[in-house]
């Protein structure tokens, strides 16, 4: 039996989703063949050693569920013999672990800063390394890449400050309006505004930076939301049936209200009803984006579709939501994978790669 470390809350401001993560992977692993150790990272970066059945505190939902920071303090800490493990310190105690499982969404997480430091270390774990993380967890370098070669992607333009607006507004008109405005590495749709009307998109800007360095100014595309979940190493990708997104008309877009707060913030579809050259083609896009930007393990491939047939990229996940309404669990259940074995598929994969 391998003991698995599963890292989860963390600094982002998907800190919430995380934890909410967590909790399924736990309830869902195999326990004949994996060993569940939990460390919860606070908001201020603090590393918890938790105890798997009482690891969060409050209601199992974003706006209510807390880390339980109340348990002791540890540390994760290398093997001197380089075997391979790890080791958790707490206090005097330590407790081995043969791979991670890192279900930190968004920055600290999901953007190579955490697989960095596991390389080091020299244990095996879920997901993307370390380059392959961070490109794309920052939007501007996942699209310029992509754009040269040939994926295409909606237009943008990207800036560091506020101040840099009145050198763009001939690129900014270019977009026209709706514009979606972004912060370059968060997810879960923290920090984006839909803005209509050129008197907005200051205050949008600036809410973008308030979650990053930089930001993205997007032209609002008209399309069905599509996303597919990509299984496997980069040089054999598999694609997932495509799930579909479809927004509350109240609000329009994906928001992070109503993808984990408002019960009608939106519906979802799985697998996605249409027509087969479409399917393949998002597929077949989903896989290449894996393999370009050289991700491994898993990854969520947004796009969208739209009603001439076109297909935009709109980001790349390294490590998508496993809450019980995230779409890369229900497009694998959708393709005859179901949660448990979707997570013990993921650990496979981990383990052999190292």
Known sequence: MKNVLILCGGRSAEHEISLISAKGIIDALDRKRFNPLVVGISKTGAWHWEDPSSFYVGEYRADKIALNTAAPLAAIVPYANASGQGQVLVGNQTYAFDLVFPILHGQFGEDGTLQGMLDFIGVPY????CASSLLCMDKVWMKTICQQNDVPV??????RSVEELDGLKAAIAKLGF????????QGSSVGISKVTSLADLHKAVRFALDYDEKCLIERGISGREIECGVLGRR????????????PSPTIGWYSYEAKYILEDGATTETPAKMDPASKQKIQAL?????????CDGLARVDFF?????????NEVNTIPGFTPISMYPKMWEASGVGYSELVSRLLDLAYVKR
């Open 126 to 129: 879920v997901g993307s390394h």
């Open 154 to 159: 909606s237009e943008y333009v990207w800036l």
């Open 178 to 185: 709706p514009l979606f405005v972004k912060p370059a590495s």
């Open 235 to 246: 040089s054999q990708p598999q694609a997932s049936e495509l799930g579909e997104i479809v």
């Open 286 to 294: 989903a896989a290449q984006v894996f393999s370009l930007l050289e």
């Open 305 to 313: 579709l739209q009603a001439d047939g076109k297909v935009y990229l």
